[in-house]
């Protein structure tokens, strides 16, 4: 059967209106009767519509609305009209967006060659149906010889401007609002890089437009992104082609850059070190660091400056561990600066634990008689597994759990324990070529403390010692030559000078041995740890001077006796009792709301809510008359009667 195509006097289908137009349409004929023209028949109303001219299925749909003969007699009878909508609707089948009549990509071809030249040709359309009513869009788009334009048209004429103007396009990575959006984003316009021209058609029976000027239209969202689909197919070569043009002047101009960069590096290689970049720039990163800074802050901030002398990478270590402290010992100081803390100094008896950062280091003051040794663990992981022990509290020793070698700040505070006297200090390490240097730069003077020079006792881990107890050992590769300072016996040297092997890494590697603290169970660590103090006599309880105890026992007298006279005083005074007498007297006192609460943290930001109530409770208490006066009165009356009390049961001696 050959399908009839659709013109513009052809019939309407039913699929093209919903229930409330339909009812409008039937409104609109009754009016006409009401005005002295025909009484349109019913019969013949139905068969004005697209697949239901036929006879019967004229009268399946009239079956709807029984007894009705002209449409006048539907009046007030929506429901009728309702009902006959829905019959049309399962009688008559949709027109099909090919009944729409595309114009076709020849007629496309010959207009844009006839107006500018064509040079390519590409052309795609989307058909489709949404709600009933065909849809049909057309994308034609031309490379030309001569300059062209975009053209836009609606059921094949001329539109005044883009019929998808209010309309999201997206398709194969680009997004738009509209045709000619989409085409200038594909580099398909007029606006593009090289000839373009294109049109853009769309064919809907029953459009509806979003403006008064009829020019952008309502487009369903199936629509919308069939639509877009065929835009993004005419113009898929010329995106391909503009996204490789991209490609090519960003990759000529990376090449350029990087002959430049080059160029300038090798400049500037020539004429920086590392060192003297970092020094150039330190007084200005610090000065934006701020005066309080952490040196990972400051390295942070230094790391950009350097680079228009340097294209040299900063590492944090050598940045922290020596250029810095170089740069204050030779240059100039840096006020501020301080240390992140890295380990801990554990007190034996108060709980107390200090960090070991630049700062808190700078701030804490030694207790006085609470432990007159101090071992450093290199291990911060040990602290978990020798707490059950309690060897500090046993041997009055505090313990530091240190991340490998001692920061500056540990090597300070040990300087200022060793000034008294009595004060002995240990190191507990592995037995590797770090652990040793752990030992060596613990007590003795390096680039980065020149001046510093302390007594440290070894209690190991050693070599000899670890073949002694029988400890695992593992293996290792050292791959850098032995710290020329560290002295080692002759077990240690073979350990650690190791065999020489080639893995073809250019210099020679070595392959070595290693024993670290873990080798020991938790009673074997313990156990080590006080075979060494014991070695070394520093097993003895810490007992002060005659003068120190004597006046520790006159304080530690008169505070027990306190609380003998503070413990009787609650027994013979019920407290409670005299707080309720005195906010029976005095209602207000104390009488603070949110609002005071809000004008004291205001005047005092610092503070929490807790604490500005609290201050202004006591301002409020301190400001009231005669309150210690009633408060004596009470206490005195309540003794009164505690000793009446007394007499009259014989208690009293």
Request: glycine share 6%.
């Amino acid at each position: 059967m050959v399908e009839v195509k659709w013109t513009p006097s052809s019939p309407s289908s039913p699929h093209w209106y919903d229930r409330a137009a339909l009812t409008a349409l039937v409104y609109s004929h009754i009016r006409h009767a009401h005005n002295d023209h025909p009484d349109k028949p019913i019969g013949e109303f139905i068969r004005e519509f697209d697949g239901l001219t036929g006879t019967a299925k004229a009268k399946a749909v009239r079956a709807a609305a029984a007894g009705v003969t002209h449409l006048s007699q539907l009046d007030g009878r929506d429901d009728v009209i309702g009902a006959l909508h829905d019959a049309m609707l399962r009688h008559a089948k949709p027109v099909p967006p090919s009944r729409l009549g595309a114009v076709g990509a020849d007629h496309y071809r010959q207009l844009l060659d006839t107006q500018h030249g064509v040079r390519r040709f590409w052309y795609k359309a989307a058909a489709v149906t949404d709600g009933g009513v065909p849809w049909v869009t057309e994308i034609a788009v031309a490379e030309t010889a001569q300059p062209g334009q975009t053209w836009f048209a609606v059921n094949h004429g001329p539109a005044f401007g883009d019929p998808l103007g209010r309309t999201f396009l997206s398709a194969s990575s680009v997004s738009a609002w509209g045709a000619a959006s989409f085409l200038a984003t594909a580099d398909a316009d007029t606006s593009s890089s090289g000839n373009r021209a294109a049109v853009v058609h769309v064919i809907c029976p029953a459009p509806q437009f979003v403006d008064k000027g009829k020019v952008a239209l309502v487009v369903p969202s199936t629509v919308a992104q069939a639509a877009a689909t065929a835009l993004a197919g005419a113009t898929s070569t010329l995106r391909r082609e503009a996204e490789q043009r991209r490609k090519d002047a960003r990759r000529a101009q990376r090449a350029r850059q990087h002959a430049w960069d080059e160029a300038d590096r090798a400049d500037r290689a020539n004429k920086w070190s590392l060192k003297d970049a970092v020094f150039a720039v330190l007084p200005q990163a610090k000065t934006a660091a701020g005066h309080h800074v952490a040196a990972r802050t400051l390295y942070y901030k230094v790391r950009p400056l350097i680079q228009q002398y340097t294209d040299k990478e900063l590492g944090y270590a050598y940045f922290s561990q020596e250029l810095l402290p170089e740069y204050e010992r030779t240059i100039a100081p840096l006020p501020g600066l301080y240390y992140e803390a890295r380990g801990a100094l554990h007190h034996p008896h108060d709980d107390q634990i200090i960090r070991l950062g630049t700062r808190e280091v700078a701030a804490y003051i030694p207790p006085s008689w609470q432990f007159d040794k101090v071992l450093y663990i290199e291990k911060e992981g040990l602290e978990a597994q020798l707490a059950p022990y309690e060897l500090g509290q046993r041997y009055d020793m505090a313990i530091i759990y240190g991340k490998g070698f001692a920061v500056t700040a540990c090597r300070e505070l040990l300087a200022l324990l060793e000034i008294r006297e009595e004060m002995k200090i240990f190191v507990l390490h592995d037995a590797d070529i770090n652990g040793y240097d752990i030992a060596r730069t613990l007590g003795e003077a390096t680039r980065r403390m020149p001046n510093h020079n302390i007594d440290v006792i070894d209690l190991g881990l050693t070599v000899p010692q670890a073949i002694e107890y029988g400890l695992e050992t593992e293996q290792f590769t050292r791959r850098k030559a032995l710290p020329a300072d560290l002295e080692l016996d002759d077990a240690a040297l073979e350990w650690f000078t190791g065999e020489p092997i080639d893995a073809g890494w250019g210099k020679p590697h070595y392959e070595c041995t290693r024993c670290e603290l873990n080798a020991f169970s938790a009673d074997e660590l313990a156990e080590f740890i006080e075979a060494g103090l014991q070695r070394h006599d520093a097993t003895t309880k810490l007992v002060p001077p005659e003068d120190v105890l004597a006046e520790h026992v006159q304080e530690a007298r008169d505070e027990a006796l306190t609380d003998l006279v503070t413990t009787e005083l609650a027994r013979l005074v019920d407290t409670d009792a005299v707080v309720r007498r005195l906010l029976d007297d005095h209602p207000d006192l104390g009488a603070v709301d949110e609002t005071d609460v809000r004008q004291r943290l205001t005047d005092h930001p610092t503070e929490s809510w807790r604490a500005a109530a609290k201050q202004l409770i006591d301002e409020h208490i301190d400001a009231a008359d005669d309150l210690a006066a009633a408060v004596r009165e009470q206490l005195a009356e309540q003794l009164r009667a505690a000793d009446n009390d007394d007499d009259e049961t014989g208690d009293r001696p």
